[in-house]
């Protein structure tokens, strides 16, 4: 590519509200044979609420009250869904020490009473041998219904699980069938679990995608794709996803991303749609035919 009709096509990214770093990542992006998006704030809002609450416990506005103190600790968006809904019903939060977070898995701390509290998600509860089996069957159903459930221990115990939904955005679905229309295999890739990841998936029209990994596994699976001889285009929103977006030929930030994200990113979209990342590969190939 000459490096005038290049600019010409940054140019042209640019007044659509996208924002190229380099010649070259506009380049690679008209060569893009698979997308991977991440699920949660790329997909969906990224504005996650508590929609469904069960304690096995009686003592609920305590429970809530864990919750609460647990999740102060955290910076992840489920944990401010789970602190509104704590903070609405009007609980206090109890005092917890040796507060830790577990990355891709959740969060856990000591209570009042000496005892061990863990938030989280199924991996994690059943990794410490917590037994989830008095809550299976609502988690089932709440899966299914595309909510992500946190589950919360006392002392080893299940005590109580929240359903949360995250909405997809409103143009999502439209905009990944743009996409595969325009010749891109698209896969999703999240730390959310199987089911509600297949849910999510169904719901939006990707067959492809992989659930339950944590952020080095998407980069590993990014270097798979493209060993199998895929030239990968990755879109992610959060701190978890920087090392992806660095790692594919071309990472695109969306939005309110992080600073982290847009500083690992080739291509920068100013709005928070899918239809900009369309809307920049159509631009770098229309910019790269104009040459040939
Ligand atoms: P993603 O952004 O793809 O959902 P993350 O690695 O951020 O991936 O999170 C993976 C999973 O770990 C979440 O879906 C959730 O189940 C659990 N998790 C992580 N942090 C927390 C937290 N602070 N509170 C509750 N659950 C958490
Ligand atoms: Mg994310």
Redesign the pocket.
């Known amino acids: 590519a000459t490096p005038i009709s290049t600019m010409i096509g940054v140019g042209k990214a640019a007044e659509h509200g996208i924002l190229v770093r380099s010649g070259e990542a506009l380049q690679t992006a008209s060569r893009l044979t698979t997308l991977v998006v991440?699920?949660?704030?790329t997909l969906t809002e990224g504005k996650p609420s508590v929609t469904e609450v069960h304690c096995l416990d009686k003592d609920q506005a305590r429970l809530l009250g864990m919750v609460a103190a647990?999740?102060r600790g955290?910076?992840?968006?489920?944990?401010a869904a789970?602190l509104i809904h704590a903070e609405r019903a009007g609980a206090e939060a109890v005092e917890v020490t040796d507060f830790d977070?577990?990355?891709?898995?959740?969060?856990q701390a000591t209570g009042p009473q000496g005892e061990p509290l863990l938030?989280?998600?199924?991996?994690?509860l059943r990794e410490a041998g917590v037994d989830l089996a008095a809550g299976s069957g609502l988690a089932d159903e709440l899966e299914k219904r595309a909510r992500?459930?946190?589950y919360l221990a006392v002392n080893g115990r299940l005590s109580a699980l929240f359903g949360i939904s995250d909405p997809l955005r409103a143009d999502t679905r439209e905009a990944v069938k743009r996409l595969q229309t325009d010749g891109l295999r698209v896969v999703m890739?999240?730390?959310?679990?199987e089911h509600?990841a297949a849910a999510i998936a169904r719901e939006v029209g990707i067959d492809d995608f992989r659930a339950?990994?944590?952020?080095e596994d998407?980069h590993t699976e990014i270097e798979r794709l493209q060993q199998a001889g895929e030239v990968v285009g990755m879109v992610g929103d959060?701190i978890?996803?920087a090392p992806a977006l660095a790692r594919a030929d071309v990472g695109f930030a969306i939005g309110q991303g992080t600073d982290v994200a847009i500083e690992s990113a080739g291509i920068t979209l100013m709005r928070s749609s899918l239809h900009g990342i369309a809307d920049a590969i159509e631009i770098s190939r229309l910019t790269l035919r104009n040459i040939k």
């Open positions: 991440d699920k949660t704030g647990l999740e955290s910076e992840h968006p489920l944990a789970l977070s577990i990355t891709g898995g959740g969060v938030l989280g998600n199924a991996r994690l992500t459930v946190v890739l999240t730390g959310d679990n509600t339950g990994l944590l952020p998407k959060g978890n996803d």
